[in-house]
């Protein structure tokens, strides 16, 4: 008899990631393969797609957090009115609630919220007023001020009869008649749980679905994704106090080539990470680049990195951005295999001196182990705690 220990989580394209006091939530995604691949009291959680047996979703109820400071994976399972698993959906935490939006799920969207307590680790759905977002899924989202924002996205016709702004745009899939691109922008208030659609200045980006935002304060950067058959390089900037569009951006020096199911992650004030995608040519992307935003210049970043697409990234505390999941090859091709579950570190300046500190020690356990004790309660709790997770990271002497 064999117990199902599981530490961290399976292999996955299509999940949602969000960053959380000092770590990062990841929840659903699917994965391609026999359920026999995964561990025993698992197999019966799962859901296959219509279309395709062989696309697994994964449970709906598993969420999984992994601190960035001692880089360990912890599975917590949530109860309530749990949501079947997707690929495509939105999570964004926002104080200790996660608010989950939209999805693709065997063989439909949605446009259902969900809050999960992280207190209690319960799920309740949202019954809430107005008008949802269309039913969708590879759409980019932002918290502020208490609210959530949902973009763009790939789903479903509108349904008529919703006062939408002037330049909302709807455009379909010719092979896909029923499903198409969008250019929505809707905001939830967490407050009075009431969707609407906020009037906005200026000219919206052009509907479009696996595009990326990445947000500086009150300002909103939104990069790519796939309009029709194109697969775009083109940003953009949302004022998020005046709801001004800004047009396209004219950026200076070399320019990222069009992608979807890339990253694009905020750093600081000033620098956006662009990371990975898919490329016009359905290409799976490796390449790193730097928005910096006063100047708007992007700066090719050299970096030997593997292909990733449809994966997630958050940053970290140490202002690291860490990308875990996603995809390593062509995504419509069999052997687009899913990425290693491992997690990339992408950092761009020193770590802490406390951080350097503490790796320091643990590289010396053999001789300071019997010290810890002696050692402030926060700094000795962290010490285990990081003890306990250096499975295969190079830290000898045990």
Known sequence: MSADVVTKPLQRTGH????????????GGYRVGSSEELPPLRRHQIQRAETDRSTVYLPGNELWFYDT??????????????????????????????????????DRNTNQLYRLDLTTLLWDVVEARGHR????????????????????????????GVARPPDFAYVHDMQAPWRGWTNQLVKF???????????YKGRAPVARAAHAAAQIGSQVFIFGGRHQQSRLNDIHRLDLDSMQWSGTLDTI???????????????????IVLYGGFSQTEEPLSDCWLFVVPILTWVRVELQLPP???HSA?????????????CAGNIFQRGGIHAEDTIINLSFSPRSLYRICLEQVLRMRHLLQSQWPSLP???????YAMHGSTRGSGLDGS
Do not use: Q
Not at 192 to 199: A, G, Q, S
Not at 315 to 324: G, Q
Not at 377 to 383: A, E, F, G, H, K
């Open 16 to 27: 949602t990631a969000t960053s959380y006091k000092n770590g990062m939530l990841v929840w």
């Open 69 to 106: 400071f001692i880089e360990k994976w912890t599975l917590r399972n949530t109860t309530g009115d749990v949501p079947p698993g997707t690929s495509g959906a939105l999570a964004r935490a926002l104080g200790d609630a996660m608010y989950l939006f939209g999805g693709f799920h065997t």
């Open 133 to 160: 977002p269309t039913p969708c899924d590879k759409m980019a989202g932002w918290t502020h001020r208490d609210c959530l924002y949902v973009f763009g996205g790939f789903g479903t016709t509108p349904s008529p």
């Open 189 to 199: 208030d967490t407050h009075t749980n009431t969707w609407n659609w906020p009037l």
């Open 253 to 271: 020096g070399e320019k990222p080539c069009g992608r979807s199911w890339h990253s694009f992650t905020a750093l600081s004030e000033h620098r």
């Open 308 to 310: 990733r697409l449809w």
């Open 314 to 326: 958050c940053l970290s505390i140490e202002a690291e951005v860490i990308v875990f999941g996603g």
């Open 377 to 383: 309660p926060s700094v000795r709790d962290t010490l």
